[in-house]
Each structure stands twice: as structure tokens, then as C-alpha cells.
């Protein structure tokens, strides 16, 4: 069975940064695009960055562009997000998604994703 853990989440104060990680393992062999999402109090899950295949492919929603930083480890099967000049209004539940891949591209629609974490805490005090 697929396991998808985010972890690295936690209390950070406004300004601060944190560095997120995901790790997923019994992925079936093949290649995979995969996600950062968030879902704040009351909202709805929105995406926030992906990778494709490539490591060059990658996507980010326009409203977190030059704060936060997709990466990963292929050897690790680990996903980073790099959130750095964080705000109140960025406490969410992040999450992170995996789904098979059949051409280099990402979205952050979370429809496209099957695969997923059960999601880490992000507080941002002001």
C-alpha cells in the first residue's frame, strides 16, 4: 500500500520560514508527478507548487511565487517545500500528492492526484 507522510510543519512566527518535507514509499514502479497543496481554515484545498517528471518541469500557483521553493531527493522519494516570509494568513494543513505520470507536465488540481498524505500543520503568528 501506497504511504505518502508530510512532516516538518509546526509554529512558526510571521517572517519565519520552515522547510516541509514528504516522503513516499510502495509506489508502484513507473514515474510520477507530485504536489504541494494547502487547505486553510474554512477554505478550500488550493495547490500550491508541483514537479513533473523532469526536475525542470515545474509549476507554481501565482500567489506564492518567489516566497516558496518546490525540490526534491529522487533517490529519497522526498518532496521539499521551501516557505520562507511566511504570514498569518499562510496557516494551513499542507499537504503533499502523488499521481502516475504519463507526459512531463504538472497541475495543481487536486483532482489529478491520487496519492495522498494525511497532511501537516502550519501556524503563522503575527
Given at each position: 500500500?501506497?504511504?505518502?507522510?508530510e512532516?516538518?510543519?509546526?509554529?512558526?512566527?510571521?517572517g519565519g520560514?520552515?522547510?516541509?518535507?514528504?516522503?513516499a514509499?510502495?509506489?508502484?514502479?513507473?514515474l510520477?508527478?507530485?504536489?504541494?497543496f494547502?487547505?486553510?481554515?474554512g477554505?478550500?484545498r488550493e495547490?500550491?507548487?508541483?514537479f513533473?517528471?523532469?526536475?525542470?518541469?515545474?509549476?507554481?500557483?501565482?500567489?506564492?511565487?518567489?516566497r516558496?521553493?518546490i525540490s526534491r531527493?529522487?533517490?529519497?522519494?522526498?518532496?521539499y517545500?521551501?516557505?520562507?516570509?511566511?504570514k498569518?494568513?499562510?496557516?494551513?494543513?499542507?499537504?503533499?500528492?502523488?499521481?502516475?505520470?504519463?507526459?512531463?507536465r504538472?497541475t495543481l488540481?487536486?483532482?489529478?492526484?491520487?496519492?495522498w498524505g494525511q497532511?501537516?500543520?502550519?501556524?503563522?503568528?503575527?
Amino acid at each position: 500500500q501506497v504511504q505518502v507522510v508530510e512532516s516538518g510543519g509546526g509554529l512558526v512566527q510571521a517572517g519565519g520560514s520552515l522547510r516541509l518535507s514528504c516522503t513516499a514509499s510502495r509506489l508502484p514502479w513507473g514515474l510520477y508527478r507530485s504536489g504541494w497543496f494547502r487547505q486553510a481554515p474554512g477554505k478550500r484545498r488550493e495547490g500550491v507548487s508541483c514537479f513533473g517528471v523532469s526536475d525542470t518541469t515545474t509549476s507554481y500557483a501565482p500567489s506564492v511565487k518567489g516566497r516558496l521553493t518546490i525540490s526534491r531527493d529522487n533517490a529519497k522519494n522526498t518532496l521539499y517545500l521551501q516557505m520562507n516570509s511566511l504570514k498569518p494568513e499562510h496557516t494551513a494543513v499542507y499537504y503533499c500528492a502523488y499521481d502516475r505520470a504519463w507526459i512531463d507536465r504538472c497541475t495543481l488540481g487536486d483532482n489529478d492526484y491520487t496519492h495522498w498524505g494525511q497532511g501537516t500543520q502550519v501556524t503563522v503568528s503575527s
